[in-house]
């Protein structure tokens, strides 16, 4: 089954920027990975592929629906780069605000929340306010959210890229248990080691064109 499907996805900002032509597909369970340096148009793409943004020109599907429609979203987790947290709530209170936002029960919501809390490594500390969390737990907090409604595809941009190395390894660690109950990822990163530690398939992304795409080893050998 394919998960994600684009076909010469395009956007170009005003300034010219953006991303051209991208084509890419990603099957269920696979975790495939966008590598490229800062401003190669990665968050362009995912936006694109999470219906933030609309593209210029292409199309894409998420499990056979049109990206953007609502079938689409509904199957998405999204870890945005550097996302802000209320930093007046506890870790609990902001996963269960996401929840509530996905029209999750409160029954649901009170059984799935602890497990959450405890898969991402936040666990008790979920009583605390997010003020007083470090970028680490931020970054966990975010996954957490990214999580609670059982995404089929969960798209993470630059997850670990504002970590120090025991946050990455901490975050690499979630994503590989990820990756091992058969969810479909998505990783943008800068950094090669991400990609090479989690994915099975990559694309190399420079000015918002694909350089080289196949196999993680069969990309990395061709340098
Ligand atoms: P990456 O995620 O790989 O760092 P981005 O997708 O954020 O790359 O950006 C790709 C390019 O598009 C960059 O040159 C960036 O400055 C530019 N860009 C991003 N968003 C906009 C925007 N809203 N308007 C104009 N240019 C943008
Ligand atoms: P996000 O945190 O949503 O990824 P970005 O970091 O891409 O946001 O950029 C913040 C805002 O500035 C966005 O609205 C983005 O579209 C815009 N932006 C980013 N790069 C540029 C650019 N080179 N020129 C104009 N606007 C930009």
């Known amino acids: 089954t394919t998960a994600i499907e684009a076909k010469s996805l395009t956007k170009e900002y005003d300034n010219g920027r953006g991303c051209r032509d991208v084509s890419i597909t990603v099957g ?8 490229g340096p800062n401003g190669a148009g990665k968050s362009t793409f995912v936006k694109m592929l999470v219906g933030l943004i609309h593209p210029s020109s292409g199309s894409g599907t998420l499990f056979g629906h049109k990206i953007g429609s609502l079938e689409a979203k509904s199957l998405i987790g999204y870890l945005p780069e550097l996302y802000r947290y209320q930093e007046w709530l506890t870790g609990e209170e902001v996963v269960r605000l996401h929840a509530r936002l996905c029209g999750m ?119």
């Open 105 to 223: 029960q409160r029954s649901v919501a009170d059984k799935r929340i602890p497990q959450l809390l405890d898969e991402v490594g936040i666990g008790k500390r979920g009583r605390d306010r997010v003020k007083h969390y470090s970028k680490g737990m931020q970054q966990r907090l975010g996954l957490a959210c990214a999580l609670v409604n059982d995404p089929a595809i969960v798209f993470l941009d630059e997850p670990s890229s504002a970590l120090d190395p025991i946050g990455r390894q901490e975050v690499r660690r979630i994503l590989q248990n990820l990756k091992e109950k058969g969810v479909t990822i998505f990783l943008n990163s800068h950094l090669l080691e991400d990609v090479e530690v989690l994915c099975d398939r990559m694309a190399l992304l420079n000015n918002g064109v694909i350089l080289r795409h196949g196999k993680v080893s069969e990309v990395l050998n061709k340098r």
């Open 28 to 35: 269920k369970g696979e975790a495939f990975g966008f590598l």
